[in-house]
């Protein structure tokens, strides 16, 4: 396929979307310390009542402002990566098939032991698909791959909003009548009764599902309980039980809304770029996206949390699903086009931050999993156990705290290598090859 007409310098590009994906980092963070520090079925209770208001707010400020927008954007920058990498080999004359799908491999194999031996939340092993339904549609062009997109939205949007409704048919749990206990006569010797083994997290799960069948469900008291003892005492074997469990439930979330949506965003994104939204002559649409996404976007985010909250329960739950759909990749638009206007006219302070957010962002698969690593080691039984101790503050203010340091980290280095860690690695199994790490052996810096 023919390069765009007036392509922008290669370097200028790659800040654009560094820095978009840098920042991506931050929002994704700050909705996944919520699964880091709490139990799965957590996220299924909307309300913070009865928690302090600092609380409250910053629990509505992750679910304005982040959940739902985050995981889009990171979709979007890996679909326009994809399309980048293949315009490129196309114009080099170069393989890209065999090479891109090794590296579709590496992602598969690389989330499926992330989501199993660390953490169930990954998005790696989803994106692994995504991306090889996007390599078979590549070579189309930017108005095909943003129809299929658009097509896409439309089976995930409703399907999203049914799945979230069907939450209004749980059924109640029924809790067992307390025992009748016979009085103790005078003088009578009541022999002492024998200790009853302790059950592990995993035995009162099963125990669980045993007693309430059908209506077992990750959000209710003793589900929870067990989940977070097995998290937070473990040991390890209670808390892959769990863990496999959650991420079983996230891959049949999945098949209705998630991983629809998902790929519906990659192909958004390469089709974005293809149209060339990072060349100086698509200036204007930076800004039409940043209108877009908080002029359009964001009320029909805050609408949906209204109704969610407001409305009758199974037309609530749906429309909060639905509006989720289309208002979440619209607020993404909206970041992406404020950051790629700020990082056009950047200047002093305002650039050196943003050199600072492109280096995180050009580490970024080394940071989303030194993320899991760092946060389960506050969190879980291996590290300091924290798990279900801490407040939406107090996460919020966390996940802010492990970015900041990510992005010093990530500066430094960048000082001294081309690549990150991981995507040295990533990038070796895709060439079959070692690839060179020091900086000094490329003087240019590293490319994307």
Request: proline letters at 5%.
């Amino acid at each position: 396929m023919s390069a765009p007409a007036a392509p922008v310098a290669p370097a200028q590009r790659i800040r654009a979307i560094d820095v978009c994906r840098g920042f991506a980092l931050l929002g994704i963070l700050t909705v996944n310390m919520q699964f880091f520090a709490e139990p799965f079925g957590s996220w299924m209770m909307f309300g913070r009542e009865g928690e302090p208001a600092i609380d409250q707010w910053a629990h509505r400020f992750v679910s304005v402002f982040a959940e739902g927008k985050f995981y889009p954007l990171f979709s979007m920058l890996f679909g326009m990566g994809l399309a980048l990498q293949f315009m490129r080999a196309s114009q080099e004359g170069s393989r890209f098939t065999r090479r891109y799908l090794r590296r579709i491999a590496f992602l598969f194999f690389l989330g499926l032991a992330h989501a199993l031996l660390l953490w169930y939340g990954d998005i790696l092993f989803t994106y692994s698909f995504c991306a090889t339904a996007l390599l078979l549609c590549i070579r189309f062009n930017a108005r095909t791959l943003l129809t299929i997109a658009c097509a896409i939205v439309c089976i995930s949007a409703p399907l999203t909003g049914g799945f979230s409704a069907m939450n209004a048919f749980k059924p109640p749990v029924a809790t067992a009548p307390a025992a009748e206990v016979a009085p103790i006569e005078s003088g009578e010797v009541v022999a002492e009764a024998e200790p009853a083994e302790a059950l592990t997290p995993l035995q009162e799960l099963f125990a669980g599902f045993e007693e309430h069948g059908s209506a077992s469900s990750p959000d209710q008291q003793w589900w929870l309980d067990a989940e977070t003892r097995a998290y937070r005492e473990g040991p390890w074997i209670q808390a892959f039980g769990f863990r496999a469990i959650s991420w079983a439930s996230i891959l049949v979330f999945g098949l209705f809304g998630f991983a629809w949506h998902a790929l519906a965003m990659f192909f958004l994104g390469a089709a974005l770029l293809k149209m060339g939204l990072f060349e100086e002559r698509r200036r204007a649409w930076a800004v039409r996206f940043a209108l877009l996404g908080f002029g359009v976007g964001l009320p029909i985010v805050v609408g949906g949390l209204l109704a969610r909250d407001h409305m009758p329960k199974i037309a609530g739950l749906f429309l909060w699903g639905f509006t989720g759909q289309i208002g979440g990749p619209l607020m993404s638009l909206g970041y992406m086009g404020a950051i790629i206007v700020i990082v056009r006219n950047a200047r002093g302070l305002v650039a050196a931050a943003a050199g600072l957010v492109a280096n995180a962002g050009r580490m970024a698969l080394t940071n989303y999993l030194m993320q899991t690593i760092v946060s389960t080691a506050i969190f879980y039984h291996w590290g300091l156990a924290k798990f279900g101790t801490t407040g939406d503050a107090q996460r919020l203010g966390l996940a802010a705290l492990i970015w900041t340091c990510q992005l010093g980290i990530s500066t430094v280095w960048l000082k001294m290598f081309r690549f990150g860690p991981m995507e040295w690695l990533w990038r070796s199994v895709t060439y079959l090859k070692l690839q060179p790490m020091g900086r000094a052996e490329f003087p240019g810096g590293g490319g994307a």
